[in-house]
C-alpha cells in the first residue's frame, strides 16, 4: 500500500539534496582546487552568518552594535591569525581580549547592558569564532587538506549513522527534553561510524603508523563530541524556543544548524593530531 506524502513534504526533501549537493560541490573546490586565502574567507563568512543567527535567537530584542561590533571585529581578527601565525600565542590574545573589552563595555554602559547580554556575547565568540578557528588550524597542518575533510566526513557519517540507525532501531530516548528524535540507539550507531570513519580514513589513508586501537579511540572521542556539540546547539534553540537557527539552507536550517557538530568536531582533531604528533614525533 503507498504511503501518501504532501507536496511539501516533497518539496522539502528535494531542497534539501539539491542545497546538500551545491554545498559539497562548493566544500570540493574550496577545500581541494583553492588555497589557504579562500579557505579562510569561506571560514570567516561561514562564523559570521553562524554568529548572526546565534545572536538573533538569543537576543529577542536585537543585539546592541556596542557589543556586537566587538565580536565580528575581534573574531575577524582571531581567524586571520589562525591564518598566518597557526602555532602563535596570538590567538589566545584575542579570546583574552574579547573578554576584556566586553568586560569595559560593561562598565562604562552599566545602566543600558546587562550582564547576561555580556556573557551572551562572549559565549557567542568563543563558541563560533573561537571553535571554527580550529578548521584553519587544521587546513595549516601537514596533510590539512586531509585532516579537514576526515573532520568533515567523520561528523556526517557520524549524523548519518545516528539518522539511520535511530529510524529503524531507536527506542530509549537520549535527552527528550532537549531533542526528542534522539535516540541511544541512534546515538551508538553514530559513535561507530565515527570509529569506522577514524579507522578506514584515519588509519589507513592519513597515518598508516597510527595504532588501530588508538584509531577507535580517537573515532570514539570525536564521535562523543560532535554529538554533544549537536546536542548543546539544541538546548540553546528549546532555550530560545526556536525550531532552527535560521533559513538560509533550504531544507536544512540555518548555517549553525549545519556547523554546530563540527564545531566540536574540529577542536578535537586538532588537538588530538597535535598531541599524536609531538609524542610520536610525526608530522603525518
Given at each position: 500500500?503507498?504511503?501518501f506524502?504532501p507536496?511539501?513534504?516533497?518539496?522539502?526533501?528535494?531542497?534539501?539534496i539539491?542545497?546538500g549537493v551545491?554545498?559539497i560541490?562548493?566544500l570540493?573546490?574550496?577545500?581541494?582546487?583553492t588555497?589557504?586565502i579562500?579557505f579562510?574567507?569561506?571560514v570567516?563568512?561561514?562564523a559570521?552568518l553562524?554568529?548572526?543567527?546565534?545572536?538573533?535567537?538569543?537576543?529577542?530584542?536585537?543585539?546592541?552594535?556596542?557589543?556586537?561590533l566587538p565580536?565580528y571585529?575581534?573574531?575577524?581578527?582571531?581567524?586571520?591569525?589562525?591564518?598566518?601565525?597557526?602555532?602563535?600565542?596570538?590567538?589566545?590574545?584575542?579570546?583574552?581580549?574579547?573578554f576584556?573589552?566586553?568586560?569595559?563595555?560593561?562598565?562604562?554602559?552599566?545602566?543600558?547592558?546587562?550582564f547576561?547580554?555580556?556573557?551572551?556575547?562572549?559565549?557567542?565568540?568563543?563558541?563560533?569564532?573561537g571553535?571554527?578557528?580550529h578548521?584553519?588550524?587544521?587546513?595549516?597542518?601537514?596533510?590539512?587538506?586531509?585532516?579537514v575533510?576526515f573532520?568533515?566526513?567523520?561528523?556526517?557519517?557520524?549524523?548519518?549513522?545516528a539518522?539511520?540507525i535511530?529510524?529503524?532501531y531507536?527506542?530509549?530516548?537520549?535527552?527528550s527534553?532537549?531533542?526528542?528524535?534522539k535516540?541511544?540507539?541512534?546515538?551508538?550507531?553514530?559513535?561507530?561510524?565515527?570509529?569506522?570513519v577514524?579507522v578506514?580514513?584515519?588509519?589507513?589513508?592519513?597515518?598508516?603508523?597510527?595504532?588501530v586501537?588508538?584509531?577507535?579511540?580517537?573515532?570514539l572521542?570525536?564521535?562523543?563530541?560532535?554529538q554533544?556539540?549537536?546536542l548543546a546547539?539544541s538546548a540553546?534553540?528549546?532555550?530560545?524556543g526556536?525550531?532552527?537557527?535560521?533559513?538560509?539552507?533550504?531544507?536544512?536550517?540555518?548555517?549553525?544548524?549545519r556547523?554546530?557538530s563540527?564545531?566540536?568536531?574540529?577542536?578535537?582533531?586538532?588537538?588530538i593530531?597535535?598531541?599524536?604528533?609531538?609524542?610520536?614525533?610525526?608530522?603525518?
Amino acid at each position: 500500500m503507498a504511503v501518501f506524502k504532501p507536496e511539501w513534504v516533497n518539496k522539502m526533501l528535494l531542497y534539501r539534496i539539491m542545497s546538500g549537493v551545491l554545498g559539497i560541490v562548493l566544500l570540493i573546490i574550496v577545500i581541494n582546487f583553492t588555497g589557504k586565502i579562500p579557505f579562510f574567507i569561506l571560514v570567516l563568512i561561514t562564523a559570521i552568518l553562524a554568529v548572526s543567527e546565534f545572536f538573533n535567537a538569543v537576543f529577542k530584542d536585537g543585539i546592541k552594535k556596542v557589543i556586537k561590533l566587538p565580536v565580528y571585529i575581534l573574531g575577524s581578527g582571531l581567524l586571520i591569525t589562525s591564518v598566518h601565525y597557526p602555532n602563535s600565542l596570538l590567538i589566545s590574545l584575542f579570546i583574552i581580549l574579547t573578554f576584556l573589552l566586553l568586560c569595559i563595555i560593561y562598565i562604562f554602559t552599566y545602566n543600558k547592558l546587562t550582564f547576561i547580554e555580556i556573557n551572551y556575547a562572549f559565549f557567542g565568540f568563543v563558541y563560533i569564532f573561537g571553535l571554527i578557528s580550529h578548521m584553519i588550524l587544521l587546513r595549516s597542518m601537514n596533510n590539512g587538506i586531509l585532516l579537514v575533510w576526515f573532520a568533515l566526513i567523520s561528523v556526517w557519517v557520524n549524523d548519518s549513522f545516528a539518522y539511520f540507525i535511530g529510524s529503524k532501531y531507536g527506542r530509549r530516548r537520549l535527552r527528550s527534553n532537549i531533542s526528542p528524535n534522539k535516540t541511544i540507539e541512534g546515538s551508538i550507531g553514530g559513535l561507530a561510524g565515527s570509529i569506522t570513519v577514524s579507522v578506514l580514513f584515519l588509519r589507513y589513508y592519513i597515518i598508516p603508523q597510527l595504532p588501530v586501537i588508538t584509531a577507535i579511540m580517537i573515532g570514539l572521542i570525536i564521535g562523543i563530541l560532535s554529538q554533544i556539540g549537536d546536542l548543546a546547539a539544541s538546548a540553546i534553540k528549546r532555550n530560545a524556543g526556536i525550531k532552527d537557527f535560521g533559513k538560509l539552507i533550504p531544507g536544512h536550517g540555518g548555517i549553525l544548524d549545519r556547523i554546530d557538530s563540527i564545531l566540536f568536531a574540529a577542536p578535537t582533531v586538532y588537538y588530538i593530531l597535535a598531541l599524536f604528533s609531538r609524542n610520536f614525533n610525526s608530522s603525518f
